[in-house]
């Protein structure tokens, strides 16, 4: 059975649906101390594929519970799909005292589950941190389902140059245009973020400007901006995971942005497209029969 955290409740009908399997319900409720506790009152499967985008701290918790869930109600096998991993960026000690934050995560996580998959985590090698078998997805494709037919001399730009993969993977799924990238410096005190662009001519033409997370807005806003003084027509924000962090979506739009495109592995108001059909691929080649 399919087993949604809260936070990625589409993404799982929508793997069911791709997959053939059941989905269970699973109930999200708080103790009057703030406890959560989510659990699977009906879930009688031998398998359990639990899908929970772990993008706040609360959900985080409410996927430890739903594994021991599953388990408690006799799953033999569970498989721990995890669209978003958030504290994933934080992948290693960047200051004297700080954790690996996303090591603390993954050993937590592999306690519970026979098998994890994850859909783009900003560095693949987060796998590396978790003690059971691990597949990466890379559903940075289906990026290109929305997009318009008819852009025009299109450009596919990275807003770093860490995102030029994922720029490439997009621009051959739509099938036609250029890809490029911006230099990008983050000052680590202010968060503030600066580009360099690169010489790219792009007046009168259509920018698909693609990174794997949109968090606060300031990188892909600023590379929006750029885009825009240099008289770029349409502008489209393309991402994997929407966080879009408090002012990020208003800060798009003042940069010129036409649209913000993401997908299901985080649910908000631009995820028109999802990666439950590269999700279900990827699970297809579970060992055990999955029902
Ligand atoms: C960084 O290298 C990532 O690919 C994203 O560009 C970054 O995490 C986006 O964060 P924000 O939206 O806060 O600028």
Redesign the pocket.
């Known amino acids: 059975m399919i087993v949604p955290g809260s936070s990625s409740q589409l993404l799982a009908a929508a793997l069911a649906d791709e997959t053939g399997r059941r989905l269970a319900t699973a109930t999200y409720d708080r103790f009057p101390d703030g406890e959560t506790l989510a659990a699977v009152p009906e879930f009688d499967g031998e398998t359990a594929t639990v899908v929970a985008a772990t993008d706040t701290d609360a959900t985080w918790v409410e996927l430890l519970q739903l594994q021991d869930a599953v388990r408690e109600a006799g799953a033999k096998h569970v498989t721990t799909v995890i669209p978003y991993m958030g504290y994933a960026?934080q992948d290693q000690s960047f200051t004297d005292g700080q954790p690996v934050s996303a090591r603390a995560m993954a050993r937590a996580i592999s306690t519970g589950t026979d098998r994890v998959v994850l859909v783009n985590p900003?560095e693949p090698s987060v796998a590396d941190f978790y003690s059971v078998p691990v597949d990466v997805v890379d559903a940075a494709s289906v990026l290109a389902e929305p997009l318009a037919d008819d852009l025009v001399e299109p450009l596919f730009l990275a807003?770093?140059e860490?995102?030029v993969g994922i720029a490439e993977t997009v621009r051959d799924a739509y099938g036609a245009g250029e890809t490029d990238y911006f230099e990008?410096r983050r000052d680590h005190e202010t968060?503030a973020?600066e580009v360099s662009p690169s010489d790219a001519p792009v007046s009168g033409r259509d920018v698909v400007v693609v990174?794997?997370?949109?968090?606060?807005?300031?990188?892909?806003s600023e590379a929006v901006g750029v885009l825009t003084d240099r008289g770029a027509s349409r502008i489209v924000a393309a991402c994997v995971h929407p966080?879009l962090?408090a002012n990020?979506v208003t800060k798009l739009r003042d940069a010129g942005v036409d649209r913000i495109v993401g997908t299901d592995t985080i649910e908000r108001g631009c995820s028109v497209v999802s990666v439950a059909p590269v999700l279900a691929d990827a699970l297809v080649a579970d060992a055990v029969t999955e029902e």
């Open positions: 960026r900003h807003p770093d860490g995102a990008k968060g973020v990174d794997d997370i949109v968090a606060t807005g300031s990188t892909m966080m962090a990020a």
